[in-house]
């Protein structure tokens, strides 16, 4: 669901552990997700999608996994680096111009 | 692809001055664009939704007169901050919208003094 003005959750790993971030969408209607990467003073930068007809997609060491009965998505970073330090938001999508983001979470790698 | 632009990337002024941000989108066309504020620490807070040809749509609480925005054409649209004053300093973010998804631009940082 879309938050606005909230303060971030944090997450805390070890360089070369796995991240795994969390995200609830309240849409049932929603049908395309997106996550995204914001670095420090930066906009916000696609990462990688998946559509409702799949649970699972995986990129360049990211795997984004959807789970539609409990409208959760999830992704998964392998071997953490500290460029992956950044705010990782989701995004549900029900066609239009309706896009409703997640809170962001606050990724801090620790060397 | 998708890339989106935004100029200037960090302006200060003083208050009581406006200030004008544009935001294009590079190598496609882009019939609506959103504007986001963002504090820092703190979630994307969208603005308003900007469609080519036609007025914004602007979110509950975001007053209309003091944010202008005009999409013009289908690769530029700006955002006006009127009579700025201190509690305007933000980070404001546009996008584009591409197919079904969005596209940021690198953000405009504003200090109003």
């Known amino acids: 669901g879309e938050s606005v003005g909230l303060h971030l959750p944090t997450l805390s790993v070890q360089e070369g552990d796995n991240s795994i971030i969390n995200c609830a969408y309240s849409n049932s209607a929603s049908d395309y997700f997106i996550w995204y990467k914001q670095e420090s003073g930066k906009g916000p930068q696609f990462i990688i999608d998946i559509r409702s007809n799949m649970d699972k997609r995986q990129g360049q060491r990211v795997t984004v996994l959807l789970n539609k009965t409990v409208k959760h998505l999830s992704l998964q970073i392998a071997a953490t680096q500290p460029g992956d330090s950044a705010v990782y938001f989701c995004?549900?999508?029900?066609?239009?111009?309706?896009?409703?983001f997640g809170t962001g979470t606050s990724l801090t790698v620790i060397p | 692809g998708a890339v989106v632009s935004q100029h200037p990337s960090r302006v200060i002024c003083k208050s009581g001055t406006s200030v004008k941000i544009e935001c294009r989108s590079l190598d496609f066309q882009a019939t609506t664009m959103f504007w986001y504020r963002q504090f820092p620490k703190q979630s994307l807070m969208l603005m308003a939704t900007?469609?080519?040809?036609?007025?914004?749509?602007?979110e509950q609480g975001v007053e209309k007169d003091k944010f202008l925005i005009n999409h013009a054409s289908l690769t530029l649209s700006t955002l006006t901050v009127t009579s700025a004053h201190p509690e305007d300093s933000s980070f404001y973010i546009c996008?584009?919208?591409?197919?079904?998804?969005?596209?940021f631009g690198p953000g405009t940082r504003l200090l109003v003094l």
């Open positions: 996008s584009g919208q591409f197919q079904e998804t969005q596209y």
């Open positions: 995004a549900d999508f029900e066609g239009g111009n309706q896009f409703y």
């Open positions: 900007s469609n080519e040809g036609s007025k914004a749509t602007y």
